[in-house]
C-alpha cells in the first residue's frame, strides 16, 4: 500500500493554463506539506496544512493554491502556469509537525511548455 | 534567516570509501535534525534522525551522524559505500518551536564500482 500517493505522476502543459496536483496520504498523519524541487535539487517549502488548517505558508505566488478538503488529502492547483514553475512538487505526510520524520509522495513532474 | 548549508555539492567516491558529508545549520536554540536520501527517480526518505540525547545517530543502510551543537553540524557518515548508495543527500532541520522544515541544498553522491 502507497503511504503517500500523488496524481499526476507526469504533467505536461502550456504557459496560462491551470492544473491540479492531488496528494493523498493513509498513514492517518495529522500533518501535510507540499515542496517544489526545482531543476538543481533544490527543496522548497511551499505550504504546510496541520489539521485542515495552514500553518505554513512560505513565499509563493498567489497562483499557487492549496486546499485540504480533510486531513488525508491536501491539494496544490495551480493558475496561469509559467514556465518557471515547471519542476518536481512533493508532497509529504508526518505525524508531529514539530518534529516528526516526513513521509514523502513519489513526487509529480510538472513541464511547463 | 535560518539556513542549513551543505558545503558539498557533487562527492564522487570509489566502492569501499569512507564518505562524510557535511551539514551546517544556522540557528542559535534547539533543533530537530534530519537526513534524507533520494535515490536516482525516487522520492525522499528518512535516513535517521535526531532529537535529543546520544549526539551519535545510528540510521539505516549502515549510515550515521554526529550532531555537534557547538559547530552547528550534524554531519553524515558511512564507513564503507556502495554503488547503491549513489543518490542526492538532504539534510533537514526543524527549529524547535516552529513547524518548518528547512532543507539543506543536498550533496549528489556517486559511487564508482
Known amino acids: 500500500d502507497t503511504a503517500v500517493s500523488q496524481t499526476p505522476k507526469y504533467l505536461v502543459t502550456q504557459m496560462g493554463n491551470d492544473k491540479s496536483i492531488k496528494c493523498e496520504q493513509n498513514?492517518?498523519?495529522?500533518?501535510m506539506y507540499w515542496y517544489k524541487q526545482d531543476s538543481k535539487k533544490f527543496l522548497k517549502i511551499m505550504f504546510s496544512?496541520?489539521?485542515?488548517?495552514?500553518?505554513i505558508n512560505e513565499t509563493v505566488p498567489n497562483r499557487f493554491s492549496p486546499k485540504s478538503p480533510d486531513k488525508a488529502h491536501l491539494n496544490l492547483h495551480i493558475n496561469s502556469l509559467e514556465l518557471g514553475d515547471s519542476a518536481v512538487y512533493f508532497c509529504?505526510?508526518?505525524?508531529?509537525?514539530?518534529?516528526?520524520?516526513?513521509?514523502f509522495g513519489p513526487g509529480t513532474r510538472l513541464t511547463v511548455l | 534567516a535560518q539556513s542549513v548549508s551543505q558545503h558539498n555539492h557533487h562527492v564522487i567516491l570509489s566502492e569501499a570509501a569512507s564518505l562524510e558529508l557535511g551539514c551546517n545549520y544556522s540557528?542559535?536554540?534547539?533543533?530537530?535534525l534530519f537526513w534524507y536520501v533520494q535515490y536516482p527517480g525516487q522520492h525522499l526518505q528518512l535516513l535517521l534522525k535526531?532529537?535529543?540525547?546520544?549526539?551519535l545517530v545510528k540510521g539505516i543502510k549502515g549510515f550515521e551522524a554526529e550532531f555537534i551543537k557547538s559547530k552547528f553540524s550534524f554531519n553524515l557518515r558511512k564507513p564503507s559505500v556502495q554503488w547503491s548508495d549513489t543518490a542526492e543527500y538532504f539534510c533537514?532541520?526543524?527549529?524547535?518551536?516552529?513547524?518548518?522544515?528547512?532543507f539543506g541544498t543536498g550533496t549528489r553522491l556517486k559511487v564508482l564500482a
Open positions: 509529504a505526510s508526518s505525524q508531529d509537525a514539530s518534529r516528526g520524520e516526513q513521509f
Open positions: 498513514l492517518g498523519h495529522d500533518t
Open positions: 496544512y496541520n489539521n485542515k488548517e495552514l500553518i
Open positions: 540557528y542559535g536554540g534547539t533543533v530537530n
Open positions: 535526531y532529537f535529543s540525547g546520544d549526539p
Open positions: 533537514a532541520v526543524i527549529p524547535s518551536g516552529t513547524y518548518k522544515y528547512i
